[in-house]
């Protein structure tokens, strides 16, 4: 799964060049769901960039730990509260990397997955615009994760999708069909992404500095 997101300052402007900004990027070092992040989603056929709550919660929902932060692409269709949202509101979530904890023998060490060049990551997301009395904010989202692929799978057997820029106007539109879009949710290529362990100081999600971004090891990459 995809508990905790690394967000650092992005340049959003080369990363879909088609992107208006109505809020600023929200960052932050160590970020866990139930809190505030940014989204791109289409307002008025343009690519926006707003603030939504982690968590999807919809009209009904009464107990706020029961807002689910993460989808699986494979069950998009088993609950309504996920499908209705994959046909219509699908959304971005510019991140830097994806914190992951691989078990050992006395701990669990974390470690922050990344693009091999560092470079920004666009991850699936579906948002609700409905809300609760639960969070101020009105509209909230959840990942879309997809099964990791064999060599990142020692860390964590799911992370969530990576659209490519290339492909994220076609899976932001609702005109794009479910069909199309879902073939979008897909193990990221080997050589994609890496990871290096991190400080054990991301375990609490109060820690918001630098150290616990910061590698305290070498990166795993794939070579071919």
Known sequence: MAGRLYIPPLDMARLLPELYRETPLLTATNLAPRRPISHIRLEAGRASLSQV????????????????????????????????????????????????????PRFKQPFLVTRVDRGPMLLASIWCRY???????????????????????????????????????????????????????????????????????????????PACAHPTGPMLRWNQ
């Open 131 to 209: 809300h609760t009395d639960l969070t101020e904010h009105a509209d909230s989202m959840a990942l879309i994760t997809v099964p990791t692929n064999d060599f990142l799978a020692p860390l964590s057997d799911r992370l969530p999708a990576l659209i490519d820029a290339n492909d994220a106007m076609r899976w932001l539109d609702p005109r794009t069909t479910p069909e199309a879009a879902r073939a979008l949710l897909r193990p990221a290529p080997r050589e994609l992404l890496g990871a290096f362990p991190v400080s054990r100081r991301v375990n609490d999600p109060a820690n918001q500095d």
């Open 53 to 104: 709550f982690w968590g999807l919660t919809p009209s009904w929902l009464t107990v706020l730990d029961h807002a689910p932060h993460c989808a699986r692409a494979e069950s998009l269709d088993d609950r309504p509260m996920f499908r209705d949202a994959f046909i219509a509101r699908r959304s971005l979530i510019p991140a830097g990397g994806v914190y992951v904890w691989r078990a050992q």
